[in-house]
């Protein structure tokens, strides 16, 4: 069970993250771009879970 909250934690953080990104930067053209944004959502490292 632990297991199954970490990996919905992880993968919400990281979604939420690019996500959140993605909106402030205003879209492809905005502030981050498209690198930016992929570096963002790469930039939550997923742990060991248990």
């Not at 690019?18 to 909106?23: K, L």
Request: charged letters at 15%.
């Amino acid at each position: 069970m632990k297991k199954v909250l970490a990996e919905f934690i992880g993968t919400f953080v990281r979604v939420f993250f690019s996500c959140g990104a993605a909106a402030i930067s205003g879209g492809i053209e905005g502030v981050l771009g498209v690198l930016g944004i992929s570096l963002t959502g790469t930039s939550v490292k997923p742990g060991k879970a248990g």
